[in-house]
């Protein structure tokens, strides 16, 4: 940049020093996005395929979605776990695969991890037939766990009447990662509407 | 169009010519005026226009990427959107150093920049099918905007992060406060963050300043406009969560602090600063007294009830007290802005307080109308007020008359 120029418009040293920040917090902002889409475009862990119904709200802040329910939300679907777990509190589940099938199912929920390894355990189940998962207690004996919209386009046809499975990443944290919806083995796309 | 200075340096040029001054007084006298002259950047059209058309180039690009979403590769949105950002933001900092603090396009392009952080978090989102809290977005959104909004002294970017701030604190504090009460409450917190903020901010730039006064001044009105309807939501909405009120009292606390210190070393201590302040009081004291009764430190009064279309409707007395003094406070603010505009000779004002008034009456008119008796009283105490009214503004009418006979 030609001194000449700067000094020209009158922008100080403090002016300058200024707009070098601005340039460095934007280049944070840039290698802040890079580094989520870099995150989220290769979750680590296992891949695990669950059955799903579908709904299909909108929502003006975040558009239109198919909101996903899974049966393992539900502190009833579990043979095995406490009779109350609180609303707030931290849940870990175990979601083992159905015998002969391709699907996972709830298993056993606890308050903590430790607890859960005890009652899968009991159970008779060895690591490797079964993932643990964490998630959040949003109201008494109903639990989140981040996966229940699944985004489309305006105007998408719902897709209530289909067999949809969800693909559910789970990352070594415990964590669930929504991937994509299959109906019949094959990845399900969103049908737009015609009008 | 000639400028206030330009207009008093021909008018002095020509009392110079006829010989009533000399040109040392009349240069002194410009350069007097050029020095009072408030700085008037944001105010041109052209820059309106700019800015315009950068929030109309950001909704339309969220958009048409909407709307082709089948055809565009997530790939190549997330390029598209990386690109667009890193353009906008870069070409804003290269013309402003290439051209100063004021230059209209870089202001635009920056403004450009930041909205487009909160479309790159909502694109990623939804690419990834991440089911997050929208709050925690505006955080997101807020905190990368504060930083350049200080550095580049720039008044549009503090009006994108006084929104972005405002809007995390609404979706989030829905989600954090258990009870209406308790969160429309809190919610008195922004008018007086931002009214703390406008002193803190008259130190650095003057426009900043003004921006966030008028905002904070807007939620302050808009805050004592729905004090006016306490008895529809002072409910429990879910069980009490802990720390809800001592986090409200701390909140509380902090914004205060703000507004007194913002308040008191205000650069340019004005007449609407102070005003605000006054109105800020009385409010504050309703809204605690709001949440005294909720919480039960003080009794729980009488239970008042009417039918309304076959329905009863039961309130507390002490609600219901906070509720009619609130609409009170309301209509007083509204005639004294009518009062004062009228006084000063500023119309903004007059129209302002004349609008608040119709407002609340066309408000209140549908909010109270319900059984014979509950209409009855509401259509008494408004026809006294507007009597009240009609004698103060005959009064005042041939005051004039007799001034100006």
Excluded at chain 2, 82 to 97: N, Q, S
Excluded at chain 2, 151 to 178: E, H, K, M, N, Q
Aim: net charge positive; hydrophobic share 50%; with cysteine.
């Amino acid at each position: 940049m030609p001194a000449a120029t700067v000094g020209k418009n009158g922008l100080g040293k403090r002016g300058k020093l200024a707009i070098l920040l601005a340039a460095l917090v934007v280049a944070a902002e840039l290698a802040f996005f890079l580094g989520w889409i870099l995150v989220e475009s290769n979750p680590p862990g296992r891949e695990i395929k669950v059955a799903v119904e579908t709904h299909d709200p909108r929502d003006f802040l975040r558009g239109q979605y198919v909101e996903l329910d899974f049966r393992f939300e539900d502190r009833r679907a579990y043979a095995s776990g406490p009779e109350l777990i609180p609303a707030g509190q931290e849940v870990w589940v175990a979601l083992a695969r159905q015998p002969g099938k391709d699907l996972y199912q709830a298993l056993a929920c606890d308050a903590s991890s430790a607890g859960l390894a005890a009652r899968v355990a009991t159970a008779g189940f060895r690591n490797g037939d079964w993932v643990e998962v964490k998630g959040r207690v949003i109201r008494d004996n109903f639990f989140d766990f981040g996966i229940n919209r699944f985004f489309v386009p305006e105007g998408t046809l719902e897709p209530s009447r289909l067999d949809l499975v969800a693909v559910l990443g789970v990352t070594e944290d415990g964590e669930l990662r929504l991937r994509r919806l299959e109906n019949a083995g094959v990845a399900w796309e969103p049908v737009p509407a015609k009008f | 169009m000639a400028g206030f200075v330009d207009k008093l340096g021909e008018f002095l040029g020509l009392a110079e010519t006829e010989g009533m001054l000399d040109s040392a007084t009349r240069d002194r006298l410009i350069q007097l005026a050029r020095s009072r002259e408030k700085p008037r950047h944001f105010g041109r059209l052209a820059h309106q226009i700019t800015f315009l058309g950068a929030t109309g180039l950001v909704i339309g690009f969220i958009l048409l990427v909407g709307a082709n979403w089948f055809s565009i590769s997530p790939t190549l949105k997330l390029a598209l959107f990386l690109t667009l950002f890193a353009v906008c933001h870069a070409a804003g900092l290269i013309l402003r150093w290439r051209g100063g603090a004021s230059n209209a396009l870089a202001e635009s392009l920056s403004f450009l920049g930041c909205g487009l952080f909160l479309g790159g978090l909502a694109l990623v989102t939804q690419i990834f099918h991440l089911n997050t809290n929208p709050a925690h977005g505006l955080r997101v959104w807020c905190l990368a905007t504060i930083p350049l909004a200080l550095l580049l002294r720039s008044t549009p970017l503090a009006g994108l992060a006084t929104l972005s701030a405002c809007l995390w604190y609404i979706v989030w504090g829905g989600d954090y406060f258990t009870s209406n009460t308790v969160y429309a409450a809190s919610l008195l917190l922004l008018p007086a963050c931002l009214l703390g903020l406008a002193g803190l901010a008259g130190h650095f730039r003057h426009m900043t300043g003004v921006l966030f006064r008028t905002v904070g001044g807007f939620l302050l009105a808009l805050f004592l406009y729905f004090l006016g309807f306490f008895r529809h939501f002072n409910y429990a909405t879910r069980e009490s969560k802990p720390g809800g009120n001592t986090s409200l009292i701390l909140f509380s606390s902090l914004a205060i602090l703000l507004l007194v210190l913002g308040e008191f070393t205000s650069p340019r201590p004005d007449r609407a600063s102070r005003l605000a302040l006054l109105l800020f009081i009385p409010t504050l004291l309703l809204d605690y007294a709001g949440l005294a009764v909720y919480s039960q430190t003080i009794e729980p009064g009488e239970t008042l009830s009417f039918y309304s279309f076959g329905t009863l409707h039961s309130y507390d007395w002490h609600f219901l007290a906070i509720n009619i003094a609130a609409a009170v406070l309301w209509f007083v603010w509204c005639i004294w802005l009518v009062w004062a505009g009228v006084r000063r000779e500023k119309d903004w004002q007059v129209i302002l307080g004349i609008y608040g008034t119709a407002l609340g009456f066309i408000t209140r008119y549908f909010d109270l109308i319900g059984s014979l008796e509950e209409t009855g009283v509401s259509f008494l105490a408004g026809g006294a007020l507007l009597l009240v009214l009609g004698w103060g503004a005959e009064k005042c009418r041939r005051r004039l008359l007799a001034k100006t006979a």
